[in-house]
């Protein structure tokens, strides 16, 4: 069954430090990755989704790679600002997956500190 | 801009009550979803639906139901809730099909039952 962690569970960064998040997955067999952000007692935000073929995606100052072999994919935040504040999520679809079910990580609760 | 609502950000029911938590996607997605949040748990998802009138249980189907009789419209039925069904309840939306098949969220239900 797969297994997706998120190390750290928390991080405090500096502002305009960069930001590097983790996301590791136990099955390489995957169709895509995606990443989202949840802002407190919200929702969550679609940021990034890579496909099972790609190396990284870029949006704005945000850019995630994926090493499907290594079963590892890392979100860099560029430039951090308060508004940064949230708890970054990672999922995967596998490739076994007909259905499109995603198997989330518990997330990395992110604070930027003036 | 996909748009994904639900009728309640805040729900507070009795023991043994009918909840029915609705959701709905203005983007002609095929599949929709339910998941739960619990602190410590992660999203967990009970049931989600490929089509209108089909329906597959997820990882938590425990009691609850649900219905999707349009194809922008997926209820989630809670047939008698128990207090052990507080929780932030999260509907999801996206494509069919191996690519770009990224899922969007609503803005979730806080729901507690008494």
């Known amino acids: 069954k797969q297994e997706v962690t998120q190390i750290p569970a928390a991080l405090s960064v500096p502002e305009g430090e960069n930001l590097v998040l983790n996301c590791s997955f136990t099955?390489?067999?995957?169709?895509?990755l995606q990443w989202f952000r949840q802002d407190p007692g919200k929702g969550l935000t679609s940021l990034l989704l890579?496909?099972?073929?790609?190396r990284e995606q870029t949006s704005g100052r945000l850019n995630a790679s994926l090493d499907k072999s290594s079963g590892r994919s890392t979100l860099y935040i560029a430039a951090s600002q308060p508004g940064d504040l949230a708890t970054y999520l990672c999922?995967?679809?596998?490739?076994?997956?007909?259905?499109?079910?995603?198997?989330f990580g518990a997330g990395t609760q992110v604070v930027v500190t003036p | 801009d996909v748009k994904v609502t639900q009728s309640s950000r805040y729900l507070v029911k009795r023991t043994g009550e009918k909840v029915f938590l609705e959701c709905v996607q203005d983007m002609d997605h095929e599949n929709m979803f339910w998941y739960r949040q619990d602190p410590g748990l992660g999203l967990r998802l009970i049931y989600f639906?490929?089509?209108?009138?089909?329906?597959e249980k997820g990882d938590i189907p425990e009691g609850y139901s649900v219905s999707r009789e349009k194809k922008e419209r997926f209820s989630l039925i809670l047939e008698s809730a128990s207090t052990n069904q507080t929780s932030m309840y999260l509907c999801?939306?996206?494509?069919?099909?191996?690519?770009?098949?990224?899922?969007?969220f609503g803005p979730g239900t806080r729901l507690t039952v008494l």
């Open positions: 999922a995967v679809r596998g490739a076994t997956d007909s259905w499109g079910k995603l198997q």
């Open positions: 099955d390489s067999a995957i169709y895509n």
């Open positions: 890579i496909q099972s073929s790609q």
């Open positions: 639906s490929y089509d209108v009138k089909m329906k």
């Open positions: 999801a939306s996206s494509l069919q099909g191996l690519d770009y098949n990224e899922q969007f």
